[in-house]
């Protein structure tokens, strides 16, 4: 069983930073592919970043060039290093994991890929 806790998340003002982080237990992170979703209020959850166990990348192309996606294997830890951010950036944020070595429906980014989520941490973007 894989447990995940997030962790970082707050309010910033327009073009600040956040980092968040997800610790994983019951499994090492080195075998998971983890990811990261939001969801914003009245909106379905989406995919934001996400990191397969392979190492390759993927990322939402609203969040590319300002989110980067990291992994620490030592500590058994997800980040997600989110500059430049934006009102629209609003929402709870889930991490994710599966030990699936390839994603179910092709893309990492999508949420029926991962069978281990977290309970989110809100992040809140002021203009």
């Known amino acids: 069983q894989v447990k995940l806790v997030e962790s970082g998340g707050g309010s910033v003002q327009s073009g600040g930073s956040l980092r968040l982080s997800c610790t994983a237990s019951?499994?090492?992170?080195?075998?998971?592919?983890m990811g990261w979703f939001r969801e914003a209020p009245g909106k379905e959850r989406e995919g934001v970043a996400a990191i397969g166990r392979a190492g390759s990348t993927d990322y939402a192309d609203s969040v590319k060039g300002r989110f980067t996606i990291s992994q620490n294997n030592a500590e058994n830890t997800l980040y997600l290093e989110m500059n430049n951010l934006r009102p629209e950036d609003t929402a709870i944020y889930y991490c994710?994991?599966?030990?699936?070595?390839?994603?179910?429906?092709?893309?990492?980014?999508?949420?029926?890929?991962?069978?281990?989520w977290g309970q989110g941490t809100q992040v809140s973007v002021s203009s």
């Open positions: 019951g499994y090492a992170s080195s075998r998971l592919s």
């Open positions: 994710a994991a599966d030990t699936r070595l390839r994603p179910f429906g092709g893309s990492w980014l999508n949420e029926f890929a991962f069978g281990y």
